[in-house]
């Protein structure tokens, strides 16, 4: 989200970091809870390699009692959510892409998006 959000927010205010938070507490919480499922915090993840460093944050939480068909369930809807916290902050007005449910499409739309702000 770098191009798209360059130089549209202030110091501590990047609209995609805000964008994982809004997804984390309005949609992935929530949709976590009616599966009847958990949220649990972890301090120290065993997930392999983490960036770090350089502004990276890192907030990692364990999802628990979920069926197992529940990421593909809920990985559409994050995207799109993310997309249009995003963009909605980053660049208003902006139209969004039109078909949010093909990851190669997306993927191509977000990239014209992005080289359009860079120019």
Not at 20 to 44: C, D, H, M, T, Y
Request: hydrophobic share 40%; net charge negative.
């Amino acid at each position: 989200f770098r191009p798209l959000t360059w130089g549209t927010h202030g110091q501590f205010m990047n609209p995609a970091f805000r964008g994982l938070q809004l997804l984390r507490l309005k949609f992935l919480i929530p949709s976590v809870q009616e599966a009847g499922g958990k949220v649990r915090r972890v301090s120290n993840p065993d997930c392999g390699e983490l960036p770090s460093g350089d502004g990276w944050f890192r907030e990692s939480f364990e999802l628990e009692g979920l069926p197992e068909d529940y990421p593909a369930q809920v990985l559409l809807p994050c995207v799109r959510y993310l997309v249009q916290a995003v963009l909605g902050v980053a660049r208003p007005g902006t139209r969004l892409p039109s078909d949010m449910d093909d990851p190669v499409g997306l993927e191509r739309q977000l990239d014209v998006l992005a080289e359009a702000c860079v120019r």
